[in-house]
């Protein structure tokens, strides 16, 4: 089982940045899909971003496109997530998750086998 730990959450005004970083442990990182997820409070956990193990493919809820990206380090086992011009209605608990490459299909949290213990982002207005 990969242990996922993230940081990088904070309290920050809309407009600023905030980056998330995700260190997993365990030597199957780089034959990883990492994906981050969030959930706001009274709402359904969504996915926000992917990226593949060899960071060519990625992908983007559309509320976050532009605005938001995700990288990774396969030398440093470490998955970021970049958000950029933040808005209020980016508040939630961010979670980082992980699954197998060879596992394709929607990126559902329900797909999703190792997760973290999330981290809170607020945006205050």
């Known amino acids: 089982q990969v242990q996922l730990v993230e940081s990088g959450g904070g309290l920050v005004q809309a407009g600023e940045s905030l980056k998330l970083s995700c260190v997993a442990s365990g030597s199957t990182f780089n034959t990883s899909t990492m994906a981050w997820f969030r959930q706001g409070p009274g709402k359904e956990r969504e996915t926000v971003a992917t990226?593949?193990?060899?960071?060519?493919?990625?992908y983007y809820a559309d509320s976050v496109k532009g605005r938001f990206t995700i990288s990774r380090d396969n030398a440093k086992n470490t998955v970021y997530l970049q958000m950029n011009s933040l808005k209020p209605e980016d508040t939630a608990v961010y979670f980082c998750a992980s699954r197998p490459a060879y596992r394709s299909g929607t990126y559902t949290a329900d797909t999703f086998r190792s997760w973290g213990q999330g981290t809170q982002v607020t945006v205050s207005s």
């Open positions: 990226i593949s193990w060899s960071s060519v493919s990625t």
